[in-house]
């Protein structure tokens, strides 16, 4: 299997790039990450990660810095700020950080410490009735 290749047998929607980046375990990188495909951080990165894709912080993975993505999976340790549809903070993650998220799940031995806001989707404020 290729880390930069789709080879689950699933086939790509119309207009969806292919492939992953990947800072491998015992990689140090800093500066600002824009990316549209998975991105998958199991060494040290500090800095912005904009992703209009996942983001995957294994194990051995962590980031210091702000993360803005589609969707944020933490097996590994994240310092910051983080605005995502979804968070998920797995049984070894552990973030300390601002959470702006829809959704927001901690399995059992996941660690979380900082502050949590809901993210409302726009379409949904338009229904809601005005305050008086």
Do not use: C, H, W
């Not at 689950?8 to 990316?35: C, P």
């Not at 500090?46 to 980031?63: L, M, P, Q, R, W």
């Not at 210091?64 to 933490?74: E, H, R, T, W, Y």
């Not at 059992?108 to 379409?123: S, T």
């Amino acid at each position: 299997m290729g880390v930069f290749s789709n080879n689950s047998g699933k086939k790509l929607a119309k207009g969806q790039i292919g492939g992953a980046s990947l800072i491998g375990k015992g990689t140090t990188f800093k500066g600002e990450i824009t990316t549209e495909v998975d991105l998958n951080i199991n060494g040290v990165f500090e800095g912005n990660v904009n992703s209009s894709s996942d983001v995957y912080i294994g194990e051995e993975g962590k980031i210091n810095g702000k993360v803005n993505s589609k969707a944020l999976f933490i097996n590994g340790l994240i310092e910051g700020e983080i605005e995502a549809e979804r968070v998920e903070i797995g049984s070894k993650g552990k973030a300390i950080a601002n959470i702006i998220s829809e959704y927001f799940i901690i399995e059992d031995g996941g660690l979380f410490e900082g502050k949590k806001e809901l993210r409302i989707k726009r379409n949904l404020l338009k229904d809601m009735p005005e305050e008086q």
